[in-house]
């Protein structure tokens, strides 16, 4: 706790005030402490009321008291990864074409980020609908290692499945939210409170009163990840829940998502589903890439070894200018976007040196020796 205590107080000291304030909120929140929480959520309402303008003295010494006491109070509090599901050699068919997701293994456990990647139609969606229990299985075995011979609802109340098109909801915003912590049994100044939180957290205070039809789809992913929350899953699935999301709130959404499943709270697996490779591999414990039904490569201990370095590149020099930079060193392909450079001899660094010391002029340039975009 100590060190996370620490790099908060470096987000502060280094303008980095969101990321303190959403990570001053999660901390806590692990402290169980109702009086802290009810801290945290003036501390974050008033960076966002601030947030457009220099933020006063107030907020940075309001902020670095409460990490004073959540750092005091929070040692007797621990982190232990446990198993949550593992599913063997499973597979399915579907009568009505003539798709099949092919054999796949996995295992999550808490604290996990486990992503799903690939182009639409190979897979992904249906790998996670087996996951989650909502598709028989044709083949193989699922396993939820924290329930005893589970049933559908053992399982519904076990996980929670977040589909890519959000079901549509009635009412306002927050009075959702409300009715969504009551039925997990968070009642009275709990129930209130949770919902500030929840609202602070996932940037949803301003929308608190607006309805269905007020909110773009980004903030409606937002509002159903802080609705799922209220009710504490142990494994969440998420079916591609940046689709509806602009670049930047993309990866705050994957970073919260991170540091969600490691919350002392309520830890908790992630198994989600995305285009978006880069993003996903930066936070994600472990990525599958699927690809006609089959899980193509697998990054961690099964990862395949790279029989050479790849890079892409943008750049507005010609091939020929490349092709005499790399002088025979590599391989030079052009999707009419990127370069891709494939190289035996000159790891990434090497070959950023070679390009530069040629004077070639980089817009982008990206190691993806270990990355599944290689496959793609």
């Known amino acids: 706790m100590h ?40 501390v974050s309402k008033m960076y966002h009321e601030f947030k457009t303008t220099e933020l006063p003295a107030a907020f940075f010494e309001a902020a670095t008291t409460l990490l004073g006491k959540i750092d005091h109070v929070t040692e007797r509090f621990t982190y232990e990864p446990k198993m949550l599901a593992s599913a063997r050699e499973i597979s399915k068919t579907y009568s009505a074409g003539n798709f099949s997701l092919q054999p796949i293994s996995l295992q999550i456990n ?40 589970p049933d559908h609802y053992d399982i519904k109340h076990h996980l929670a499945f977040i589909p890519q098109r959000i079901p549509r909801w009635y009412g306002l915003l927050k009075d959702n939210l409300h009715f969504s912590a009551a039925i997990s049994g968070v009642k009275g100044e709990e129930n209130r409170v949770m919902v500030d939180f929840m609202l602070e957290r996932l940037d949803l205070t ?3 009163h607006l309805t269905w039809n007020q909110i773009s789809s980004g903030y409606r992913t937002r509002f159903e990840i802080a609705r799922i929350l209220l009710q504490k899953p142990r494994l969440l699935i998420l079916d591609e829940p ?13 970073t919260d998502l991170r540091f969600m499943a490691k919350s002392v709270h309520n830890p908790m697996g992630i198994l989600l589903s995305s285009q978006q490779l880069h993003e996903v591999e930066k936070i ?59 190289s035996k001899e000159l790891a990434a660094q090497a070959l950023l040196s070679q390009l530069v010391a040629g004077k070639i002029s980089i817009s982008y340039f990206r190691d993806i020796t270990h990355s599944t975009k290689r496959f793609i």
């Open 206 to 208: 301003p929308y608190a």
């Open 284 to 342: 994600a414990d472990t990525v599958l890439l699927i690809k006609q039904g089959t899980c193509l490569f697998r990054t961690g201990e099964q990862e395949k070894t790279a029989s050479a370095f790849v890079i892409e590149l943008e750049t507005t020099a010609s091939r020929e200018s490349l092709l005499s930079v790399l002088n025979g060193q590599g391989e030079l392909q052009f999707n009419g976007g990127f370069y891709t450079i494939t």
């Open 3 to 42: 060190t996370r205590i620490a790099e908060i107080h470096s987000y502060l000291r280094h303008n980095d005030h969101s990321l303190a304030v959403r990570r001053i909120l999660d901390a806590s929140l692990d402290t169980a402490d109702m009086s802290l929480l009810k801290e945290a959520i003036t």
């Open 110 to 149: 808490t604290g996990d980020v486990l992503g799903i990647v690939g182009e639409n139609g190979n897979g992904k969606t249906t790998l996670l609908r087996c996951m989650a229990g909502q598709l028989a299985l044709d083949s193989g075995e699922l396993h939820f290692a924290q329930l005893e011979a």
């Open 242 to 254: 940046l689709a509806n999301l602009d670049i930047n709130a993309q990866q705050s959404i994957l």
